[in-house]
């Protein structure tokens, strides 16, 4: 498979922190994703994260790979980690992945793992297919466990436990292949 690398596409991954919202502007002046990165090429987010949710995050010029991120029929993946209240056990995990029913139809968990068990909190990380408005935080809600805290990880192979919040730096050549072709997998 050829890939559509081009000079004029730029593919940056950010670290989006609590309280930025995921869009190139905002009608109500909060501060957006694409203020956090270099001005110059006008650059969109590639899916998105709700204001109160933080971490990695795509934006480029490229359609094409957006799309493919993007679109649930590709099957490139997202991880959260999230953090909730209380216990969480395997019936909720199987709850997760089995599906559960929103208001806007059946969610269901790729994938979805205990990390850590409490009492009064647990994590939770959970890998999704799709991204619909804040699917993640309602799916954990819908089996008894409200979200304190919803960070992402992963989208498909691209991870970065370096970047703070706020922080950003440019995908290399093999990120951007190893993102194409994890939506090709299918």
């Known amino acids: 498979m050829a890939l559509p690398i081009k000079p004029d ?3 940056y ?6 309280g930025v919202v995921s869009t190139t502007d905002d009608p109500h002046h909060r501060e957006t994703v694409t203020s956090l990165v270099p001005d110059g090429t006008r650059v969109y ?3 998105r994260l709700d204001a109160d949710s933080e971490g990695l995050l795509l934006l480029t010029n490229d359609g094409a790979l957006t799309e493919r991120v993007t679109h649930p029929r590709h099957g490139v993946t997202k991880t959260y980690l999230a953090e909730v209240d209380g216990s969480v056990g395997t019936k909720a995990i199987a709850s997760l992945t089995a599906g559960v029913e929103l208001d806007d139809g059946p ?3 790729a994938r979805a793992r205990v990390v850590e068990d409490g009492r009064a909190r647990s994590l939770v990380e959970v890998t999704m297919t799709e991204g ?3 699917e993640v935080r309602r799916m954990l809600d819908a089996v ?3 979200v ?9 192979p691209i991870r970065d436990r370096q970047l703070a919040p706020g922080e950003w730096r440019e995908l290399s050549v093999a990120e951007v292949r190893s ?6 997998e299918l």
């Open 9 to 11: 596409l730029v593919y």
């Open 132 to 134: 619909r408005k804040r």
């Open 144 to 146: 008894g466990h409200p």
């Open 107 to 109: 969610a269901r968990a």
């Open 148 to 156: 304190r805290r919803l960070v992402r990880e992963a989208i498909g």
């Open 179 to 184: 993102l194409y072709a994890a939506a090709a």
């Open 13 to 18: 991954l950010l670290y989006k922190p609590v």
């Open 45 to 47: 987010p590639v899916g």
